[in-house]
């Protein structure tokens, strides 16, 4: 099933972005498995894989896209929501915990008070 479109979020912006075409799919392979050669430090690979979703409908965003002020932590979501986008890792289904969710709440018999 393809999946929906969605936002990316990076600082005050924002982008509607559509399911990848394999063009793009083809063009992030090369930045998720790099060569020894060719390895980039992990905000700088988070940046291009967000630039190749953004650059067929908002180019000049992709352009300007490393001089937006934006946290590694936004970085990171937004290339998770690219890699949704063109199939590279599944979107959570209804149900699914979200990372750290299950232990919501939890309470082990060592937090309790003795």
């Known amino acids: ?5 969605e936002v990316i979020r990076l600082g005050t912006h924002e982008w509607l972005v ?3 075409t394999l063009r793009q799919v083809q063009e992030i392979e090369p930045v998720l498995i790099p060569s020894a050669t060719d ?3 992990n905000v700088t690979a ?4 967000v630039t190749i979703a953004l650059k067929r409908d908002f180019p000049v965003a992709a352009a300007s896209l490393v ?4 946290t590694a932590q936004e970085v990171g979501a937004a290339m998770a929501t690219v890699l949704r986008l063109g199939g590279f890792i599944d ?3 209804d149900g699914d915990n979200v ?3 299950s232990q919501a709440g939890r309470i082990d018999a060592m937090d309790r008070p003795a």
């Open 99 to 101: 990372p750290g969710e």
């Open 18 to 20: 559509r399911p990848l």
């Open 46 to 49: 988070a940046i291009d894989i």
């Open 39 to 41: 390895a980039k430090g």
């Open 1 to 5: 099933m393809r999946p929906a479109p």
């Open 67 to 70: 001089d937006i002020e934006a």
């Open 91 to 93: 979107a959570p289904k």
